[in-house]
């Protein structure tokens, strides 16, 4: 790399869980682009987001900080937020405003769903407002006219996989609400149904036989899993309806177009992919992958995301860094993207970072193929509660209803299908990490 500072492109998805990839492993659907940058670089296979829906993730990939920080626990951002909680030195220590200050170019195109009072005061020159195909488009080609007088910083911001969401909601809406939000998006629910299409000469039988994917492992419920599900599925009706009504091959349907919605984004990402290789920056271009959140993709009979299954809270992270070492390197380290990538982004652009940021850059990991990263356990913030979670074992704890603890120990219980809570083997773990979860709701009472 030598004195020169690399590009920063930033690639984003909605709601890809971290076993949505090929190169994850997934039989099931086929993502050439990621996989190429997973070749190229590192794999985070223990990467969890802050919160598991949309705009508190994005907070936190955008400033690096815990949702609570600002009070927001869900999509519901301007509702739960006072003036009281727009605390100065977040939006004057804006990522783009730092990146323009250490020399970069800072653009940003797609998705961004944060309230229009955040947006701006980040600091971007935004460059496209569209999500999908043109914003792959104009990506490309700001690569490919981009001169050399300074590095680009390049947020781009895809909306899919995202589109599986309104599956549930075109089967089964019925609310004034869900019908508004049928019309309103009425670009993803075609996306999405033209997902849903059986391949060209395919029966429905020789589909489900051999083509669609199978149920996963953790499809039944649990029958001790928390009551804050069925709270949330009480102010979703959609989403219990489908949880009772939907059969099995309906839920495979599901997976099976989710899995395309895959496919499409990996598609855009690679026209942006190409223009760096293109522009032949790909040995100075350090390239970001990741998504806000999961889906919970048939498992445990549900959809959707907000709860705190892993599902929903892993996701995908790949760093291809500058290094021009081998790639097709794991990592298990525990990350947090909401926290950690922000300060991977200012180590490669030698920024100043503030101080009060929690996360630890991923640089070096990136480059030198390291495995240690210092830090026992992560906690992710939910509209319906809180976990903390270590390479091993996650402890829940829910603000409401029966069941609020749970345990689950990945060794013995991986796909989360029973509650240890209350198992005497596990005691000293869950302890610790129920104190974890003790120490960050004190810390996030003093910020009220």
Request: proline share 5%.
């Amino acid at each position: 790399m030598g004195d020169k500072k690399p590009n920063i492109l930033w690639i984003m998805t909605d709601q890809q869980g971290a076993n949505m990839l090929s190169c994850a492993g997934n039989p099931y659907l086929q993502t050439p682009n990621m996989d190429f940058l997973a070749q190229n670089g590192v794999r985070y296979t223990n990467t969890y987001c802050t919160n598991p829906v949309c705009l508190p993730s994005r907070f936190s990939l955008m400033t690096g900080l815990y949702p609570s920080e600002v009070g927001v626990r869900s999509n519901g951002f301007e509702k739960e937020m006072s003036q009281d909680h727009q605390p100065g030195y977040i939006l004057e220590n804006g990522i783009a405003k730092l990146m323009k200050e250490a020399g970069y170019r800072a653009v940003y195109g797609g998705k961004q769903h944060l309230p229009a009072m955040w947006s701006p005061n980040l600091g971007f020159d935004h460059i496209c407002n569209d999500e999908r195909d043109t914003l792959a488009d104009v990506c490309a080609d700001y690569i490919l006219n981009s001169q050399d007088d300074k590095p680009y910083f390049m947020v781009a911001s895809f909306i899919n996989p995202h589109d599986i969401c309104f599956m549930a909601i075109d089967d089964h809406g019925r609310t004034p609400h869900e019908m508004w939000l049928k019309e309103k998006y009425h670009l993803e629910v075609e996306t999405m149904r033209h997902a849903q299409q059986l391949p060209a000469g395919v029966s429905e039988e020789a589909f489900y036989m051999r083509i669609c994917p199978p149920l996963p492992e953790n499809y039944q419920p649990s029958s001790d899993e928390a009551e804050a599900i069925s709270i949330m599925h009480s102010e979703n009706q959609y989403m219990r309806l489908a949880r009772e009504s939907y059969s099995d091959n309906d839920w495979r349907l599901h997976r099976y177009t989710y899995a395309r919605l895959t496919e499409q984004v990996d598609r855009q990402i690679g026209k942006v992919i190409d223009a760096v290789v293109k522009k032949g920056e790909l040995d100075n271009t350090v390239i970001i992958f990741t998504s806000d959140h999961g889906d919970m993709d048939a498992s445990h009979k549900m959809e959707q995301k907000s709860i705190l299954y892993n599902e929903c809270c892993r996701v995908p992270l790949i760093i291809k860094g500058v290094s021009g070492k081998p790639g097709g390197i794991t990592c298990d380290a525990l990350i947090s993207n909401g926290l950690d990538l922000i300060c991977t982004v200012f180590d490669y652009a030698c920024a100043a970072a503030p101080a009060y940021l929690p996360g630890i850059s991923l640089k070096d990991t990136a480059e030198q193929a390291a495995n240690d990263i210092p830090r026992d356990a992560l906690i992710v913030e939910s509209e319906y509660g809180k976990m903390a979670v270590d390479k091993s074992s996650k402890y829940i704890k829910y603000d409401a209803g029966a069941r609020a603890e749970q345990f689950y120990d990945f060794d013995t219980n991986p796909h989360e299908m029973f509650n240890q809570i209350g198992d005497e083997r596990f005691k000293e773990k869950i302890d610790t990490l129920s104190q974890f979860v003790k120490t960050h709701e004190s810390r996030a009472l003093l910020t009220d």
